[in-house]
Each structure stands twice: as structure tokens, then as C-alpha cells.
């Protein structure tokens, strides 16, 4: 007798899972842009966590992982912010005269803050001058900042010196100091509401006072 045929339908498959997109990756220069806008707005004490992840688009793990931490992401956007928006005093220091190494300083401070798109003042000056308890790391690293500006417009005065063009009483380091003063001073103004015609009144009478060629 012949058994009765069992007709079997073929096993399907079990459907693949959809695979997962890949997650959306974050423009590292664009989201620095952002937090260097809340570090200069607020200062670094005052820069939380949650506003900066906010305003760069990313996640607090992504924070961490990109960037170490919050004085890590710090140390980065003032990287970009030398790179930014202080070329103009590396381009000062190669003008062939004091008075023009002034000229150039003090016109791209005030370009500086002719830019609406930014918070007036200075990055570097703000946290220099204001931190909190536990932030003197912070501290510590934009003044170092500062004085490598400083030792190397003095740098520059004594060549100058070397080529005539500081004139007596004046020295290589009072004449650089007083003027990277006078470059503090207009950001400061800058930073307090002064508009563009002011900084440059002040900017060109400090330049009718100025010793050299």
C-alpha cells in the first residue's frame, strides 16, 4: 500500500531586521563655532554642559568622546579662536615700522568687533580676568596664551630698537606693553557698548601720540 504523499511547503526565512542607520555625524568645526559662542557669552563657569551640547547639536556622550571634557572642548575652541580671529597680530608683527606693527593691531581689534555675527570683546580677556574656584586651570591657560602674544611684541620692539625705530626715553618693552594695553583697553570698550566710531577715534589718537616712523 503506498502511504499517502505529504506535500511540505518550503521553510521560509525569517526577514531580516532593517538594518539601523548610521548616526548622523556632527561637523567638528561647526559645533567648536558654537561653543566658542557660549564660552565667550557666559564665560567658562557660566558655559553649562547642557547649553553647550544644546547649541552644538550633540549629544553628552558625544561631548566626551570628541572632545575629553568640558576644559578639553575649552582648549579646543580657543585653538580656533586664535586661528579666527586673532591672525590679524601675526600679521601685525611683520610690518616693516613700530607705527605700523601699532596701525595693524589696533585695526584688527576693532575689526575684531565690527563683526556682528559675534559677541563683543575678548575671549581671552574674559577668562583671564573672571573665573570660579576649580577653574584656575582655565585661568592659567589663556593668560599663558596671552603672554606668548606679549613676549613676542616685545620680541618685535627690541628688532626695532636694533633698526632705530624707537626713538629715547622709549624702550622695546614699555612701548609694547602700552600698546598691547591700548589693544586690551579697545576690546574692553568694545565688550562695554562702544560702537565703531568711537574705537576708532580712540585707536587714531593713540596713533598721533606714537613715537616712532
Not at 589693544?183 to 596713533?207: K, M, N, P, Q
Amino acid at each position: 500500500m503506498t502511504g499517502a504523499r505529504i506535500e511540505t511547503k518550503p521553510t521560509s526565512l525569517p526577514k531580516a531586521f532593517p538594518a539601523r542607520g548610521r548616526p548622523r555625524q556632527f561637523n567638528h568645526e561647526e559645533a567648536l563655532v558654537a561653543a566658542m559662542r557660549i564660552f565667550w557669552r557666559h564665560g567658562y563657569a557660566g558655559a553649562s554642559i547642557g547649553a553647550l551640547i544644546e547649541a552644538m547639536a550633540i549629544s553628552r556622550a558625544t561631548l566626551y568622546a570628541s572632545f575629553g571634557d568640558k576644559e578639553g572642548l575649552f582648549r579646543q575652541v580657543m585653538d580656533l579662536y586664535e586661528r579666527e580671529k586673532t591672525a590679524y597680530m601675526s600679521d601685525a608683527l611683520k610690518q616693516p615700522t613700530t607705527r605700523g606693527v601699532a596701525a595693524h593691531l589696533l585695526s584688527g581689534a576693532i575689526a575684531l568687533q565690527t563683526n556682528t555675527s559675534d559677541p563683543k570683546g575678548s575671549m581671552g580677556i574674559v577668562h583671564s580676568l573672571s573665573h570660579a574656584p576649580g577653574d584656575e586651570s582655565v585661568r592659567d591657560f589663556v593668560v599663558q596664551r596671552s603672554r606668548f602674544w606679549r613676549e613676542k611684541l616685545i620680541a618685535r620692539f627690541e628688532r626695532a630698537a636694533l633698526d632705530g625705530d624707537i626713538p629715547p626715553p622709549y624702550t622695546p618693552r614699555r612701548l609694547a606693553l602700552t600698546l598691547k594695553a591700548a589693544t586690551d583697553g579697545l576690546l574692553v570698550a568694545a565688550g562695554s557698548g562702544a560702537d565703531e566710531r568711537e574705537l576708532r577715534d580712540i585707536a587714531d589718537t593713540f596713533l598721533e601720540m606714537w613715537p616712532g616712523r
